[in-house]
């Protein structure tokens, strides 16, 4: 293990990361924290399997390489491991610690439908640190005086299909919630929305509803497997009836989604 050819430049790394976060793409950034030498080598695993730096040692980038798909599946933020405790054979590495780290953009809410529960969703989401882009075809429902918040979008949609394409764009790292006011601009939004694949997307309403909009784009040719993974209706089961609970349920959904949890009560372990 020779530590003088263990240590990516910055600037390369740091282009790599841009490039990654510009693209809305995923990456595990896995750094040497501790060893006899080598503190301090990076190196970054993109999802889409492009690779930047080295600790300077192939077998152990392999190995590297290996769990940072596993971490990347798991959706934890931060993990601290032992080089034992995920290389085989980690020879000069043992005992090293490595910290791995997940990079994405922050997380970008796109509501589509700006009444009651459209706003409270938006303000709430704006609240927990999530990008927001607030979309209605209403130009008098996306004004300042009813959204303060610097932080959240207002884009009037002259048409929904071409403005959420835009808004939208590679899916990647979105959160779209489809809250319109009737099945016609539903099943335009999820249309829409559909085609870039985001990480999760829900629209809001009764069962018949939502069946009526899904039976729709079932019938005009989008797949099966697709429209499983619109969550229908959006959001846990909380009991809510208000806007601001029923945006609480939703965004609830999304962070659990987004952090693996399957929200079920804590204390539930308790009881069983």
């Given at each position: 293990m020779d530590s003088s050819h263990a240590q990516t430049p910055p600037a390369e790394l740091t282009r790599a990361l841009a490039r990654v976060i510009g693209a809305g793409g995923v990456a595990v950034l896995a750094t040497i924290v501790e060893a006899e030498q080598g503190v301090g080598a990076k190196v970054l695993f993109e999802a889409e399997g492009g690779r930047t730096g080295t600790t300077g040692d192939a077998t152990f980038?392999?190995?590297?390489?290996?769990?940072a798909r596993d971490f990347d599946a798991s959706r934890a933020e931060a993990k601290t491991l032992r080089a034992e405790e995920f290389a085989p054979a980690p020879g000069a590495w043992r005992g090293a610690r490595v910290l791995f780290e997940r990079v994405e953009p922050e997380p970008h809410l796109v509501v589509c439908g700006a009444g009651h529960v459209g706003a409270a969703l938006a303000r709430l989401a704006h609240a927990v640190g999530y990008r927001v882009t607030l979309v209605d075809d209403r130009a008098d429902f996306l004004t300042r005086e009813r959204f303060?918040?610097?932080g959240i979008d207002l884009v009037t949609a002259h048409g929904w299909g071409e403005t959420l394409k835009e808004v939208v764009?590679?899916?990647?790292?979105?959160?779209?919630?489809?809250?319109t006011r009737g099945h016609n601009e539903d099943e335009e939004c999820l249309h829409a929305v559909l085609a870039a694949r985001p990480d999760y997307v829900g629209m809001i309403g009764s069962r018949r509803r939502t069946n009526i909009v899904l039976g729709r784009l079932r019938e005009s040719g989008i797949d099966e497997e697709v429209l499983r993974e619109v969550r229908a209706p959006v959001g846990l089961d909380l009991g809510a009836v208000t806007p601001e609970e029923v945006a609480l349920a939703i965004l609830a959904e999304a962070v659990a989604h987004r952090r693996g949890g399957d929200g079920t009560s804590l204390s539930a372990w308790r009881r069983a």
């Amino acid at each position: 293990m020779d530590s003088s050819h263990a240590q990516t430049p910055p600037a390369e790394l740091t282009r790599a990361l841009a490039r990654v976060i510009g693209a809305g793409g995923v990456a595990v950034l896995a750094t040497i924290v501790e060893a006899e030498q080598g503190v301090g080598a990076k190196v970054l695993f993109e999802a889409e399997g492009g690779r930047t730096g080295t600790t300077g040692d192939a077998t152990f980038d392999e190995a590297l390489a290996a769990y940072a798909r596993d971490f990347d599946a798991s959706r934890a933020e931060a993990k601290t491991l032992r080089a034992e405790e995920f290389a085989p054979a980690p020879g000069a590495w043992r005992g090293a610690r490595v910290l791995f780290e997940r990079v994405e953009p922050e997380p970008h809410l796109v509501v589509c439908g700006a009444g009651h529960v459209g706003a409270a969703l938006a303000r709430l989401a704006h609240a927990v640190g999530y990008r927001v882009t607030l979309v209605d075809d209403r130009a008098d429902f996306l004004t300042r005086e009813r959204f303060p918040e610097g932080g959240i979008d207002l884009v009037t949609a002259h048409g929904w299909g071409e403005t959420l394409k835009e808004v939208v764009g590679t899916g990647r790292g979105v959160y779209a919630a489809v809250v319109t006011r009737g099945h016609n601009e539903d099943e335009e939004c999820l249309h829409a929305v559909l085609a870039a694949r985001p990480d999760y997307v829900g629209m809001i309403g009764s069962r018949r509803r939502t069946n009526i909009v899904l039976g729709r784009l079932r019938e005009s040719g989008i797949d099966e497997e697709v429209l499983r993974e619109v969550r229908a209706p959006v959001g846990l089961d909380l009991g809510a009836v208000t806007p601001e609970e029923v945006a609480l349920a939703i965004l609830a959904e999304a962070v659990a989604h987004r952090r693996g949890g399957d929200g079920t009560s804590l204390s539930a372990w308790r009881r069983a």
